[in-house]
């Protein structure tokens, strides 16, 4: 079966730190991922996707970036975070025919 | 470009339908879909429909999608408290990468 994994669960940073967040799926190959934010009283806002290594699209420019180093693994990443960057990520695989499933979050406070 | 709209909140008692609507913009979207987000956990995906498509069901869900309108709703029938949650819309875009444009989210309050 195929599992969405992110790390960690919540983070606590201050305002001008760095970030990395993690997601991993399993089970799969090739899979085209997705990063997406949810800020409070918020709808889903789509960040980046990446249909393969190296290869990354953003859809809003930003205070972020991601890589995506192996198959498996999307990354997301700050150098020094705001304020605005407090939210919910959430990292997402495509499956089948359009249709993607989404892993647990990472709950992100920045003070 | 893009947009989904969602109304922000229903409340509905134990036991009674719920209809949870919503209204898109992009007439060439592929899919349409209806996720759920309990506290504090990632989105679920409830059901999808094919946008050739008008009608679906899935168990106690029924999803009706009127094309001409742009409008797609998900009736939830005989509601339960675990029911209670927060539901997305989101469409498909033809961007060819699947990317998918949310609504805002509606929240459910199932009271006993």
């Known amino acids: 079966s195929q599992t969405i994994h992110q790390w960690p669960a919540t983070l606590v940073q201050p305002v001008g730190s760095p970030l990395s967040l993690e997601c991993t799926v399993e089970?799969?190959?090739?899979?085209?991922l997705y990063w997406y934010r949810q800020a409070a009283g918020r709808g889903l806002q789509l960040l980046f996707y990446?249909?393969?290594?190296?290869?990354i699209s953003s859809e809003v420019p930003q205070n972020l970036s991601a890589s995506r180093p192996q198959d498996r693994q999307f990354i997301l990443s700050s150098k020094k975070l705001l304020l605005s960057d407090s939210g919910f990520y959430l990292c997402?695989?495509?499956?089948?025919?359009?249709?993607?499933?989404f892993g647990p979050g990472t709950r992100l406070t920045v003070l | 470009g893009e947009d989904v709209e969602q109304s922000l909140f229903l409340s509905v008692r134990e036991g009674d339908s719920s209809v949870i609507n919503c209204t898109y913009t992009?007439?060439?979207?592929?899919?349409l879909y209806w996720y759920k987000q309990e506290p504090g956990a990632g989105l679920q995906l409830l059901t999808y429909?094919?946008?050739?498509?008008d009608m679906k069901q899935d168990q106690r869900l029924t999803v009706l999608l009127n094309k001409k309108d742009k409008h797609l709703s998900l009736r939830i029938a005989d509601t339960q408290t675990g029911d209670s949650a927060i539901y997305f819309c989101?469409?498909?875009?033809?961007?060819?990468?699947?990317?998918?444009?949310f609504g805002k989210g509606t929240m459910l309050l199932v009271s006993p």
């Open positions: 429909i094919f946008s050739n498509m």
């Open positions: 990446s249909v393969g290594i190296g290869q």
């Open positions: 992009d007439s060439s979207s592929t899919y």
């Open positions: 989101a469409e498909s875009s033809d961007s060819g990468y699947s990317t998918l444009t």
């Open positions: 089970g799969t190959s090739n899979p085209n």
């Open positions: 997402a695989q495509r499956r089948g025919s359009d249709t993607q499933y």
